[in-house]
């Protein structure tokens, strides 16, 4: 889902506008749905960030919050809130998030049009 977001910036601090793009499969929902148990999808959000690290030089970050943090966007994509900070926007904007169950390294996958290389566990990128 494309939606322009804007930060919700504290007093004081340069507010951000931005037009992101996610796509979460229905799979990628579903296992996370299984995840939370009895708790609805849309009550709680994914935090999706980048950190320095990896192989390839950068790699992703998902957990679980009910809110998001001061200053992050906030998008829903397939029903799953989905919280970003502002300076990660350009490395994650046109991101699909997938699950894929595989016999050896099965999990959330990242597919990034703006990844330039990645590693071979596809955990880390650069761009």
């Known amino acids: 889902m494309t939606q322009t977001v804007q930060s919700t910036a504290p007093e004081g601090s340069v507010k ?4 992101l793009s ?4 229905d799979l990628a929902a579903k296992k996370l749905q299984e995840f939370l148990g009895d708790k609805p999808l849309g009550s709680v959000g994914v935090r999706i960030s980048v950190q320095a690290g990896g192989c390839s030089g950068a790699s992703y970050g998902m957990e679980f919050s009910e809110t998001p943090e001061t200053g992050e966007m906030t998008l829903v994509a397939n029903g799953v809130k989905l919280f970003v900070h502002p300076s990660f926007a350009t490395l994650l904007n046109g991101i ?10 099965g999990g959330f996958k990242i597919g990034n049009p703006n990844a330039k ?8 990128f650069s761009a």
């Open 22 to 25: 996610m796509t979460v499969t």
């Open 117 to 124: 290389s990645g590693c071979g566990c596809g955990k880390s």
């Open 16 to 19: 951000f506008e931005a037009t």
């Open 96 to 105: 699909s998030i997938d699950f894929v169950d595989e016999l050896m390294g």
